[in-house]
């Protein structure tokens, strides 16, 4: 027997009409330069929004059609997250930091019809994206840049095309809330870049999740300053819970300078605010230059949080960092920490090392670590297993695939790739990565693509990456090398050589010459051994 309760979608139109009906007189604070900001409200910003659904139709973007964007944390960025999927369309977020190759796939790959693109970024941008053909149109955002504007006849400009409409008249409506809102790539150990596409009911349970007291508990109250990018995850999920809770947001637009964003938090009083590891080192030093009094929380997510650096935040401003763990496939929030009742009688120093690693599963997810061996390894807290994932707001399969691929179980979990370890109340702690990955500031490096590019050299005879722990980056990748014999190579020559094939980012400042490189007994490149070499 069905239970007799009405069949609402959870989907975002929910959302946009909350805010518009109870929060618009609410605040979006976007940063244009230093010390110069926009301020609108958010019936402001929904009524653009309608505007901005009816530039689509105006454009003739065919429903389930994806809208690409390249842009920075910005209101306009918020108006796309709502106009977009709310319209039936489905926003595709894109990285500019990704490599030429890697756009072009996934410009491909996602078959974007037409690309939001912030001015600034159109020096970098469009060199890569004026030759993809499915492109019908490219919106350009002034964002106060003086970069030139290429002369095309498919470039528009984003607030003529918005005067010229009238808002749209029809309600928003997705009446199955299975339908695709958003689709956001992330990128593989080897081969492409794999899209993760969110549905309108992952979105919703995601940003609601994120108002949970035991969660984010993101509510009324808050100014939300998401430094996370919004072209990475959902920007962790933080507009949409903004949007839904009725918070303030305060967008750092192209400016992510440490004072900067710190001179935004004290004078628009944030209360919450998200960034990896190595934005929060670079804020480290004006800290007690500033009142940030007002802040309630600060989530270091993406990767591990450093003690020490926790430690100068509590110090400095009474407050330590918490941490949050979770991937693109998982929208991305899994876990997040909190003290629990178990913690009452703990020494400080041990409260605030709970609080910085992962901790338990948010309400709706589940968690269970897998050994070697396919069982399920018991919660004691040191026994480590492969870190498995399963909810209404985590991936099924992949953009693309008809089947889910290895990187799902048969009973539908995803695998992580992540080697945790789980104590008996369930607080999760990472303690090692099975993917051949290397994650430096935030973003992904593939070991596996950067070693083929050393390869593609010449006078290499075999090249092996790493990731190492870095102070300012987390992580950054050594590449050991075994030059062909006879051949001359410094470690200019290897960096010289990846210029033009890897993104700058990607260049390795550390590159060891050795004559062999550690094999497994199958004669892959023992990465394991490796490490081990890198730490003697
Ligand atoms: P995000 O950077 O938002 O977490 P990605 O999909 O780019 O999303 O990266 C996910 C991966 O980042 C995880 O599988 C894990 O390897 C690493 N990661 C994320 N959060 C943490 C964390 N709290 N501690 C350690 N590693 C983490």
């Known amino acids: 027997m069905h239970g007799l309760m009405q069949e609402r979608a959870l989907a975002l139109p929910l959302v946009l009409r909350r805010v518009e009906r109870y929060f618009g007189h609410k605040r979006v604070v976007t940063r244009r330069a230093a010390d110069d900001e926009t301020v609108a409200t958010w019936a402001e910003v929904c009524e653009r929004t309608r505007r901005l659904a009816a530039v689509l139709d105006h454009l003739q973007v065919p429903d389930q059609a994806r809208v690409g964007t390249f842009a920075w944390n910005s209101q306009r960025h918020v108006e796309l997250y709502l106009a977009v999927p709310c319209a039936g369309r489905i926003l595709h977020t894109v990285n500019h930091r990704l490599y030429r190759e890697q756009i072009g796939y996934i410009l491909e790959d996602a078959a974007d019809d037409v690309i939001f693109i912030d001015r600034s970024l159109l020096p970098v941008v469009w060199p890569v994206i004026s030759g993809y053909a499915g492109m019908r149109y490219a919106i350009v955002m002034d964002d106060g840049a003086d970069a030139p504007i290429p002369d095309d006849p498919r470039i528009l400009d984003y607030e003529t ?9 029809r309600e928003f409506s997705i009446p199955d809330e299975n339908t695709a809102a958003a689709l956001c790539y992330t990128s593989g150990t080897t081969g492409n870049p794999k899209g993760v596409l969110y549905s309108h009911r992952s979105v919703v349970l995601h940003a609601v999740l994120l108002l949970a007291v035991d969660s984010f508990g993101i509510n009324e109250r808050d100014v939300i300053m998401p430094v996370v990018p919004m072209f990475h995850v959902n920007a962790w999920g933080l507009p949409y819970a903004a949007i839904l809770s009725g918070a303030d947001l305060v967008l750092p637009g192209p400016m992510t300078d440490p004072a ?27 800290l007690t230059q500033h009142d940030l009094s007002s802040v309630r929380m600060i989530i270091s997510g993406g990767g591990a949080v450093d003690d020490a650096l926790s430690r100068a935040y509590q110090e400095a401003i009474g407050l330590p960092l918490t941490n949050a763990w979770g991937m693109t496939e998982t929208s991305p929030v899994v876990t997040t920490s909190r003290l629990a009742t178990v913690h009452d009688d703990l020494d400080p120093d041990t409260k605030r090392a709970v609080i910085g690693s992962p901790g338990p599963a948010i309400p709706l997810t589940e968690v269970r670590l897998v050994g070697d061996d396919g069982k399920e390894v018991p919660w004691d807290g040191t026994t480590p297993g492969e870190l498995q994932a399963m909810g209404p707001t985590i991936a099924a399969r992949y953009f693309g695939e008809t089947e889910p691929g290895p990187a799902f179980t048969e009973d539908g979990w995803l695998r992580t790739g992540d ?48 990731g190492v722990p870095d102070e300012r980056w987390g992580e950054r990748p050594v590449a050991y090398v075994v030059p062909k014999d006879g051949a001359e190579l410094d470690a200019d020559d290897v960096r010289k050589h990846l210029e033009g094939h890897v993104a700058r980012w990607w260049i390795p400042e550390q590159v060891v010459f050795v004559s062999e490189i550690p094999k497994t007994a199958t004669g892959k490149f023992s990465k394991r051994q490796l490490r081990q070499l890198h730490e003697h």
């Open 419 to 466: 080697v945790a370890t789980i104590d008996p109340h369930g607080y999760v702690r990472i303690v090692d990565r099975t993917k051949d990955l290397v994650k430096s500031g935030g973003e992904w490096i593939s070991s596996v693509e950067l070693e083929n590019a050393i390869m593609a050299d010449a006078r290499v005879a075999e090249a092996a990456v790493i």
């Open 161 to 169: 095309l918005l005067a010229e409409v009238t808002p749209l008249d």
């Open 260 to 286: 900067g964003l710190i001179s935004l938090m004290e004078r628009y009083r944030v209360t919450f605010s998200g960034a990896v590891a190595t934005v929060w080192r670079g804020m480290r030093p004006y």
